[in-house]
């Protein structure tokens, strides 16, 4: 409706300028005309002096628009009288209002053209006055005068009935169309409502799959069972995140999708998508390398859940078409005066596309391969969903491809600093000396060798260290026995030619390799494993401590996050969600206390004290919206405040908004994502304490 609305605007500021036009050429032609036929000039002053006000009122876009069509309405019929009153224009008069005609009908304005033709039947009358009374005017009344009397004031009449109907069809059609589009817009709403109604049905569900799938990963000791188990939870991973493409295709399409800013760190979001990749057959990664500049700010605020989707995005589509090789993502930083522009660069040694498929997906819902046997899957929304996501966050997107050869993928998007922060420092980097080995030879595609060049170059110089490259292993013992270095970095496939030269120099340097999953090092081994995929952070962490055993205990995963002794109330419908939330909310050590409906949960939190209250949304009966808003005003009058987090399958883009404005303190979409809920867990209870709630 916005667009329609600007178009007719647009369209009768182009009326607007053709009557100035016209406005113009008509003193123009009685300023010639009135000197010739000797006409009285003291009008004339005046008829200029208007046409000169009303394109200032043009210019300028002074007054509304209404008022500036009726002051050139009134200048225009001025000059058309001054024309019209003289004895000379007894036929003059009628294509000069014809033409008047035409033009005003354009305003779509009906009470234009009636004051027109007012003005013109007051010009033929005054004309027959000055023929019949006055005298001044001789006409010779034969056949051809009076068929020619007739045929102007037929002319007239009719451009008068031709430019009523203009108007007319031009209302009907305008009346016909609004009438369309709030027909569309209370469609697009049904849309809306039904879109809000599949994702809370469908998630609903799918959170039980993942949430039993994640219970069976932690609670299995058999590795076929435990394989088992992650399989149904990448299954249910993955229709989830499908079901959110569809939405977020939808919300793009529309021109709905809203953003959700806040503080995040750049540091939190690459763990995740590095978690994420923990799902995949990690032997059948390409490599992977993520290559974070230093000096990006260690927080930012923006829409963490965009900026997130649209990393874990693009990296997975370039791993999902890269059969051999890698992939390697740098993200850097551009300042400006708004912050940064955040820069994501994606290359991969995959299929690529051709300059046909690059432009078609740019527009369409398009799979690059989708006519071929292919080991991926997907909606084919991925690049829209890029494109729309980068868009509405007021940045730009560029792919270029070479077929055979890769992609390369480059994203800016605007974010505000938080934190100016580095998001990685060294503490002592003049006490580093780094000795790197890599075979250059062992890389099929010789691209992958350029990507861990390109990272560890960075590294080196953001942190102005000392490093010593050599690429055979007869360089390294030479370069080992001459020199003392702090750290060696080398791979799995160098480590394993000769286990025994590693070990050894485990006792004067710490021995750090790259490897994938299924290495192992020998038995009783002291180096330390740095998994794949290779980024940042852990590097720093490594160069970091102060022992290789440190280095071992920093690279361990986290201990659990515990929120032992926390009471938790949840609030759902769906007996399988208790039952998940159950043993989810249970593993951190809280004491969990369920309920299924708004009813109960507002007697429970009238007659119970509980830290934090996890609310669903979409529930028979009282709803969780409407229990919160009841929770809130019983609060009041026991002065007290519960935490209260949305836990919903609700996840269009806005809800967040929408809950938070309902008097929710915080919002997890469904299926549960661990590292979010304990973030927003961790949060909110920080907030709880320092009194940044209620």
């Not at 998994?531 to 659990?560: C, G, H, I, M, T």
Request: proline content about 3%; overall charge negative; glycine content about 6%.
């Amino acid at each position: 409706m916005n667009r329609k609305k600007y178009y007719e605007k647009e369209r009768l500021k182009s009326v607007h300028l053709a009557i100035l036009i016209v406005m113009s050429a008509s003193l123009f032609g009685v300023g010639v005309y009135a000197p010739i036929m000797d006409w009285e000039m003291w009008e004339l002053p005046f008829l200029f002096l208007g046409t000169m006000a009303a394109w200032t009122l043009h210019v300028r876009q002074r007054m509304t628009e209404e008022q500036r069509l009726w002051i050139y309405t009134v200048i225009v019929w001025a000059i058309i009288i001054y024309h019209g009153v003289h004895p000379s224009s007894v036929f003059d008069i009628t294509p000069i209002v014809i033409l008047e005609f035409a033009l005003f009908a354009q305003t779509d304005d009906k009470r234009i053209i009636r004051i027109g033709l007012g003005l013109y039947v007051f010009c033929v009358l005054w004309q027959a006055y000055l023929v019949f009374v006055t005298k001044e005017v001789q006409l010779e009344f034969n056949a051809l005068y009076l068929s020619r009397i007739a045929l102007h004031l037929f002319a007239a009449g009719f451009s008068y009935w031709l430019a009523e109907r203009i108007i007319i069809k031009r209302r009907t059609d305008l009346s016909s169309d609004e009438l369309e589009i709030r027909e569309l817009e209370r469609s697009q709403k049904r849309t809306e409502d039904f879109l809000a109604n599949v994702s809370h049905e469908l998630r609903t569900p799918i959170n039980a799959v993942t949430g039993v799938g994640s219970i069976m990963m932690q609670q299995a000791k058999d590795a076929e069972k435990k394989e088992r188990a992650e399989q149904v939870f990448r299954a249910g991973r993955r229709l989830s995140e499908q079901i959110t493409d569809m939405l977020d295709y939808t919300e793009i399409d529309s021109g709905k999708l809203s953003l959700s800013e806040e503080e995040y760190m750049i540091s939190s979001v690459l763990n995740d998508v590095v978690t994420d990749l923990e799902l995949y057959d990690r032997e059948e990664l390409p490599d992977v390398l993520l290559d974070v500049r230093a000096d990006l700010p260690v927080k930012l605020f923006g829409d963490v859940r965009f900026v997130k989707k649209i990393l874990r995005q693009v990296t997975e589509n370039a791993i999902k078409f890269t059969r051999k090789g890698g992939v390697l993502v740098s993200l850097y930083a551009d300042k400006r005066d708004y912050g940064i522009n955040l820069n994501i660069d994606v290359q991969d040694t995959g299929i690529g596309m051709r300059a046909a498929e690059l432009e078609r997906i740019r527009t369409t819902s398009y799979q690059a391969d989708a006519d071929r046997a292919r080991r991926t899957g997907g909606l084919g929304l991925g690049f829209p969903i890029l494109n729309g996501l980068v868009y509405r966050m007021g940045g730009f997107c560029s792919i270029s491809s070479v077929p055979g050869e890769g992609t390369r993928v480059h994203i800016s998007i605007p974010q505000q600093v938080a934190d100016p922060g580095r998001c990685m420092q060294i503490r002592q980097p003049e006490k580093i000396l780094v000795a790197f080995y890599q075979d250059p030879l062992k890389f099929p595609v010789p691209a992958v060798r350029d990507f861990y060049t390109q990272m560890i170059f960075h590294i080196i110089s953001d942190f102005r260290l000392t490093m010593k490259r050599v690429t055979t292993q007869e360089d390294l013992r030479q370069m080992m026995e001459t020199q003392s270095f702090s750290h060696l970095f080398t791979a799995d496939e160098e480590y394993s030619r000769d286990p025994a030269f590693y070990d050894v120099l485990c006792d004067r340097t710490h021995v750090i390799v790259v490897a994938k999953n299924s290495f192992r090092p020998s038995p009783g081994s002291r180096v330390t494993v740095l998994w794949k995929p290779l980024y940042a952070f852990p590097l720093v962490d490594l160069l970091n401590a102060e022992s290789a055993e440190e280095a071992r205990r920093v690279l361990q995963k986290e201990a659990p996050v515990s929120f032992a002794g926390l009471r938790a109330l949840v609030v759902d419908d769906e007996s399988m969600n208790l039952m998940v939330a159950q043993r989810m909310f249970g593993a951190y050590g809280m004491e969990v206390t369920c309920c299924s409906g708004g009813e109960e949960a507002v007697r429970k939190a009238f007659t119970e004290r509980f830290d934090v209250i996890f609310m669903d949304h979409m529930m028979p009966g009282m709803n969780g919206v409407e229990a919160t808003s009841r929770i809130r005003v019983m609060e009041k009058e026991k002065n007290v405040r519960n935490i209260i987090i949305a836990l919903t399958a609700n996840a269009v883009s806005g809800a967040k908004e929408m809950y938070l404005s309902e008097g929710f303190d915080a919002f997890i979409a469904k299926p549960v994502e661990r590292q979010e809920l304990e973030r927003v867990l961790q949060r909110v209870l920080e907030d709880a304490k320092s009194g940044g709630r209620g």
